[in-house]
């Protein structure tokens, strides 16, 4: 026993000092004067609190007059529409009502709708008895949770008890409309915010969003509703938490339909969200939102006048300090607007959720808007029900019980298919119109001018080669690290090979291996990490695996401020590109670009957009967006988003069209 204990004493020992000694070797290809492990991160917020501090000039000088609210409030709405995308038109909803759960006092109405042809909704209608109809209605959005709505809801059930109907739908990814599921229809993955990330990078890249696309649901939701003779249209409310609060806040800016709303357990401020703890999950971000200056009280004020209620809970991780901050915003504007009693919060001593002293208050709330009634809520049985029992379908699952069911991968690949006719008018148009496009969808207001500041940070002399240390640096940008290999036998017809390693230029450097034969070729190595990887890598643990990409906050506050990530990194190539035509040891050297990975995408739109890429090579990275489309459980989805891109064009468009030769080598 004690030579094993010794052996594996040993092992471990010995695993420590090489570890170290890989770190070590790393560090030595390290070219920028400065370690910092959240820099890039940093860079990104800068942005945010730029594009914030601009929106609160705007609201404070719209709070000075009822008209200037107004104003304020119409350019609210007015730069959502553009954001949120375009929606279908509607077709019949061929409602199916396929069961009744009687409840004390209520009965349950299982209710089948198409929100468009082929995506089947789920819902349970809570029906109030014993009382005068029409009676009034809301919806409820369901919080994140692969049940969905579950069994029952408490909240319907004391809604119903007091005299109001509620609709309960089954959002995409939940409840009875998972989409990525096995035959059986069992799940894939480990929850609804997965699924929804995953499913949401598909959306972008066709230019909407799943919070877009619950909103569409919802909003067929509420037509059903309408078209019920017990049911009042005059008075409709809306409320959710949690992520049913997110569906609330993108909801009500957009139907006047709604009378009352309440958001729960969602509502705070984007920037102090996500300098606390990035990003949230992919259905609570609309693309482009900072750049537009819109936050999340912004969606709440679009409810204005109209009665808001808002609940909080004191130790919920939805941030309470942002959602103090965004209610006496919206104070401002409902005093402003003359009716300071129409918005309330109710902050209580528990945290996430709507527990059972928010659920008083929001039917308090509801009954108070939609009834004309103070008196106090009724209590309601806390009646039971198998989920089994509930089930809206045969086998529990849409896409696996309906005859015609689309899945959300298969209605966006018809999708692609559809434009495939526009895409290619589009591209016949030139190669001008199509890199001013492109631009555009990088975020990119023209490509950069070639002013660059060249640093040296190192110089060591090596048996076969010479090696020098570059940080480059461009105005308003990220600096660019790199190390350049001068092998001993180049000469002046040498190609420089760019290396762009997504494990970063020290694993690559490490091993002399990697680039043994490209020294005795006399060919110049280029490597460098753009912004992001390597020596600017954002720690891991700032991003949670669930959302299966290495850098999703980096990528996802890089879509909210306009700058998606794939367009800043296409500048560290061009600035890379222009040191090539600038130092005095690359001049008129043809440059070779070879890329891995993530940033393979990259790679292809820089050449597209600059000559002086002579030929690319890619390994192990996607080939077409369309294989998001078809297959969302991939790794590192956000990192190649370009929002509404393939309105336009996918890679191999691009790789048919550019100037020069682009291959993938694996």
């Not at 990490?529 to 290495?550: C, I, S």
Request: aromatic letters at 10%.
């Amino acid at each position: 026993m004690r030579k094993i204990i010794g052996f594996r004493t040993l092992c471990v020992s010995l695993g420590i000092w090489v570890g170290t000694v890989v770190v070590s070797a790393q560090g030595e290809f390290k070219a920028l004067p400065w370690s910092q492990s959240t820099a890039y991160n940093s860079y990104l917020m800068r942005d945010v609190h730029r594009q914030f501090a601009s929106r609160q000039s705007a609201i404070q000088q719209a709070f000075t007059s009822p008209a200037g609210m107004q104003e304020y409030l119409e350019g609210c709405r007015e730069r959502y529409k553009q954001i949120v995308g375009t929606f279908s038109e509607k077709e019949n909803l061929n409602v199916q009502v396929v069961g009744k759960i009687q409840g004390t006092g209520y009965h349950i109405e299982k209710i089948i709708f198409e929100s468009k042809p082929g995506r089947y909704v789920t819902a349970h209608l809570y029906m109030p008895e014993n009382t005068t109809v029409p009676v009034p209605a809301t919806l409820e959005l369901c919080g994140h949770g692969l049940n969905g709505k579950g069994s029952s809801s408490h909240a319907a059930m004391l809604m119903a008890s007091n005299g109001i109907a509620v609709l309960v739908v089954d959002p995409i990814g939940q409840g009875e409309r998972l989409q990525l599921i096995d035959r059986e229809g069992k799940p894939l993955t480990r929850g609804a915010t997965t699924e929804h990330t995953l499913l949401n990078a598909g959306f972008n890249l066709l230019g909407t969003s799943l919070a877009a696309q619950e909103y569409w649901d919802n909003h067929r939701a509420l037509d059903y509703l309408l078209t019920r003779k017990d049911i009042d249209p005059e008075r409709i409310g809306v409320y959710g938490s949690s992520g049913g609060g997110t569906q609330t806040a993108y909801y009500i800016g957009l139907d006047p339909r709604v009378k009352v709303a309440a958001i729960c357990s969602f509502f705070s401020t984007r920037e102090r969200t996500m300098e606390l703890q990035g990003p949230s999950d992919g259905c609570q971000h609309i693309p482009y939102e900072g750049r537009e200056q819109l936050e999340v009280p912004d969606f709440a004020l679009m409810m204005a006048p109209r009665p808001l209620l808002i609940l909080s809970g004191k130790y919920d991780f939805v941030d309470l300090w942002g959602a103090q901050q965004g209610f006496a915003e919206l104070q401002q504007c409902y005093k402003v607007l003359g009716v300071p009693e129409k918005v309330d919060m109710l902050t209580v001593e528990t945290g996430h959720g709507l527990g059972v002293e928010k659920r008083q208050k929001l039917v308090s709330w509801f009954k108070r808007w939609l009834k004309d009634d103070q008196s106090s809520v009724k209590k309601a049985a806390q009646d039971r029900f198998l989920l089994s029992d509930m089930f809206c379908t045969t086998r529990g699952q849409v896409n696996v019980s309906m005859p015609g069911a689309l899945s959300i991968m298969q209605e966006n690949v018809n999708q692609l298919d559809e434009w495939a006719s526009k895409r290619e008018a589009f591209l016949s148009k030139g190669k001008k119109t199509v890199q001013a496009k492109m631009l555009d969808l990088l975020g990119l207001k023209g490509l950069p001018d070639h002013k660059i500041r060249i640093e040296a940070t190192g110089h060591d002399s090596m048996r076969e080669y010479e090696q020098y240390k570059f940080q480059l640096i461009r105005e308003g940008e990220m600096p660019v690290p790199c190390i350049l290999i001068m092998p001993s036998r180049a000469n002046a017809d040498s190609p420089v090979e760019l290396r762009l390693q997504e494990e970063g230029k020290g694993t690559y450097l490490s091993e002399y291996a990697n680039f043994a034969a490209a020294l005795t070729e006399g060919k110049i190595l280029l490597l460098a990490d753009l912004r992001g990887f390597g020596e600017t890598t954002d720690p891991a643990f700032y991003t949670d695996a669930k959302y299966w990409n290495r850098e999703y906050r980096n990528a996802m506050v890089s879509m909210h401020i306009g700058r998606p990530i794939m367009g800043q990194r296409v500048v560290d190539i061009l600035t890379l590109l222009d040191f090539c035509s600038e130092h005095e040891f690359l001049k008129g050297h043809p440059v070779k670009v070879f890329a891995n990975g993530i940033y393979g995408p990259v790679a292809i739109h820089a050449a597209y957009l600059d000559e002086r890429i002579n030929s690319v090579e890619i390994k192990h990275s996607v080939k077409t967006w369309k294989e998001y489309i078809e297959r969302p459980m991939q790794w590192d989805m956000y990192s190649n988003v370009l929002y509404g891109a393939l309105k336009y064009y996918d890679l191999p468009d691009l790789i048919r069209l550019s100037n020069c030769p682009i291959c993938f080598a694996d």
